[in-house]
């Protein structure tokens, strides 16, 4: 596995570093590598003003002069919005060079979940998906990834809730499109001596990059997949997510199984149920043949509203039946529950703006 032992260009800062990337990029700065578990304390675990190092308690000197000019970056957060139930709170926050991103936390009682984001915007283009509307600006660095993580985590010590269980790449952009930045994000956040979330709580959704699925695979990464399916036959899923003229449904459903029998890992499916385009029971039936020897579980979501998609979910007795025809073929399905639609915090409701999203929103009657 590769792994950074310094900083390999001028975007790149020490939060980005793994581990050990830090320990030998402090030693070739001249300070002790014993301190990137001070680092990592103090700026991973323990959530403090981070912008005064030295509230923290007496530094080494030769650290403190080091961390002086070495400050990390910790985003702005520009606005946050909490949805009707008070669960679902997604922030918007400004990074260094302006550019903005959107972080959610779910509340579900013991099993809160971050879902951040990977890239400002996304050049996937899925029809109905309001990141995939904007096109892709730039690819985030490990650090961003992280620093997200830790803002959830920090927002999260002021509730009742408990710790942060569970990171789920499904905010903003295609994480195995950003591959090396996500990756070293995933080894930080799972790292005992950091944030400690474990790979088996760390989920990484693909639009269906076989490539991506591929090297996770062989690289022998601990992480769920969750895939975003959409369509149990290549014309379906294309008219959804144009990514599957790029790699079509049987060599992704391979890279799957690959992925699969290496990990040793359950597979997820997300299915999003869009009226008249992929919520039939043939649809469900052919999902059900072609995924069946693969240990899958399948999500079903709802369609949220986006600004240009004009598509409806299906009503409720449609969405159940596909449910049924899927169960009744031998594969797991649940409903997941639609969280934070009235702040845009939805899947695929996720965009840049400075101002609440929510206006983009068409609304439908609620479905769940
Ligand atoms: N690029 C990654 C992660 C971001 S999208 C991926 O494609 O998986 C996270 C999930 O939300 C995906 O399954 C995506 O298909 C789904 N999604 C996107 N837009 C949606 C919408 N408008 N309604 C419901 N689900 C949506």
Known sequence: MQRPSQIKNKHQKWTDLTFSGLESFLAGEGVNPIHAAT??????????????????????????????QNKPFVPEIVSTSLSDDGLTRKS???????????????????RTTACVSTQVGCAMGCSFCA?????????????????????????????????????????????????DSVMNALEIISDSRGLNIGSAHITVSTVGHVPGILRMAEENRPFN????????????????????????????????????????????????????KNDTLDQAEKLAEKISGIDAHVNLIQLNAT?????????????????????????????????????????????????????????????N
Not at 92 to 110: A, F, K, P, Q
Not at 157 to 176: A, C, F, H, I, S
Not at 230 to 246: I, N, T, W, Y
């Open 39 to 68: 680092l990592w304390k103090m700026f991973l675990r323990e959530g403090m003003d981070k912008s005064h190092p030295d509230k923290h308690g007496r530094l080494p000197q030769t650290l403190n002069v080091w961390l002086a």
């Open 92 to 110: 918007l926050l400004r990074l260094e060079d302006g550019e903005m991103i959107e972080t959610v936390l779910m509340g579900y009682t013991g």
């Open 131 to 179: 990141s995939g509307q904007s096109g892709l600006t730039r690819n985030l660095r490990a650090g961003e990834i992280v620093a997200q993580v830790v803002h959830c985590a920090g927002v999260l010590q002021k509730t009742d809730l408990g710790r942060l269980r569970n990171v789920v790449l499904m905010g903003m952009g295609e994480p195995l499109h950003n591959y």
């Open 225 to 276: 997949l969750a895939i975003s399916l959409h369509g149990a036959s290549d014309a379906v899923r294309e008219s959804l997510v144009p990514a599957g003229k790029r790699w079509p449904l049987d060599e992704l459903l391979d890279a799957c199984r690959f992925y699969g029998k290496k990990s040793g890992r359950r597979i997820f499916f997300e299915w999003t149920l869009v009226s008249g």
């Open 307 to 367: 600004a240009s998609f004009h598509g409806a979910p299906p009503s409720e007795n449609m969405a159940r039946s596909f449910q049924r025809t899927l169960k009744e073929s031998g594969i797991p399905a649940t409903m997941r529950q639609g969280r934070g639609g009235d702040i845009a915090a939805s899947c695929g409701q996720l965009r840049l703006r400075t101002d609440s999203s929510t206006d983009t929103v068409r609304k439908y009657p609620q479905q």
